[in-house]
């Protein structure tokens, strides 16, 4: 005689994450609870790119028609360079080392996910913030000075998404570096000072002699922004007209290869430096 089990009787099917992006997805979400449970700290950080944006539309409240729509899209990118090294270079290398010393990363290996998607997981909600920063910001700032000709979105969007790659590599390669979250505020700034001054937003290249603006060109902030500037103006930063959608990609060529290139280093300079083990 058989029995046919009643599927209400049925044991529970436990639904695990199997994908690596179900897995980044899950791990990510938990994250940015975490990140959100402090909302006083999380709303001053999400202000940061809308309170910068808008620093510069008061400095410049009576100039807004003569400065035109091309200085919204040179405020988007001091926002950029300063959220990648804020928020996502600076914050993600302290928030890995935090993860790292209380063996967060090896108690997580030990279940279905790996310890590089569970680092990657861990940088989705700097990610996050700083497209908020771009947004908000970006927003602000074209309220005051209007909207640029956005000559070429693609290349706006190859900037942020480059900028992003290699900030979380080098947060992961700074790590081995960096013994305490403490330290971390010591460990970046030779970083973050070298590619905040090459970036061309702090202050205008053009005026520094060539060879320092050859070196400044092959960092990848800069080349970032001048995707964005590209992208966003029709011109470079140093204000040379590019043309149209299809002539802007020759004017791109020499900033995306500098980018690939920093994507390229930074990745294999995460899988060399980062260590998962803690070192205390």
């Not at 400095?59 to 200085?71: K, Q, Y």
């Not at 970032?224 to 043309?243: D, I, K, P």
Request: hydrophobic share 55%; glycine share 10%; net charge positive.
């Amino acid at each position: 005689m058989t029995t046919t089990l009643d599927s209400r009787f049925a044991p529970a099917t436990n639904h695990r994450p199997t994908g690596a992006l179900a897995r980044v997805s899950a791990i990510a979400r938990a994250e940015s609870r975490l990140l959100g449970r402090n909302k006083a700290s999380f709303a001053t950080g999400l202000l940061m790119g809308p309170m910068m944006a808008g620093m510069f539309v008061l400095i410049n409240l009576g100039n807004t028609e003569l400065l035109g729509a091309s200085f919204a899209g040179y405020v988007v990118c001091i926002v950029l360079t300063w959220s990648a090294l804020m928020t996502v270079y600076y914050n993600l290398t302290s928030i890995f080392v935090t993860r790292r010393e209380d063996r967060v990363f090896k108690r997580l290996s030990t279940g279905e996910a790996t310890q590089w998607e569970a680092l990657v997981a861990g940088a989705v909600p700097s990610v996050l913030i700083m497209v908020a920063h771009l947004v908000l910001g970006g927003a602000v700032a074209m309220l005051a000075f209007g909207v640029p000709e956005v000559t070429n979105l693609l290349l706006v969007l190859l900037g942020v998404l480059g900028t992003m790659v290699v900030c979380v590599a080098l947060a992961a390669a700074s790590t081995a570096f960096t013994s305490t979250v403490e330290a971390a505020q010591y460990s970046t700034l030779p970083v973050f000072l070298v590619l905040g001054m090459t970036a061309g937003t702090m202050f205008p290249l053009a005026g520094l002699p060539d060879a320092v603006q050859t070196v400044a060109s092959l960092t990848p902030i800069n080349a970032a922004v001048e995707l964005v500037s590209l992208g966003l103006n029709g011109t470079t930063m140093a204000g040379e007209a590019a043309g149209g959608f299809l002539e802007s990609f020759g004017a791109a060529g020499f900033p995306l290869l500098v980018l690939a290139a920093w994507c390229a280093v930074g990745i294999l300079l995460a899988r060399r430096y980062m260590k998962f083990e803690p070192r205390r």
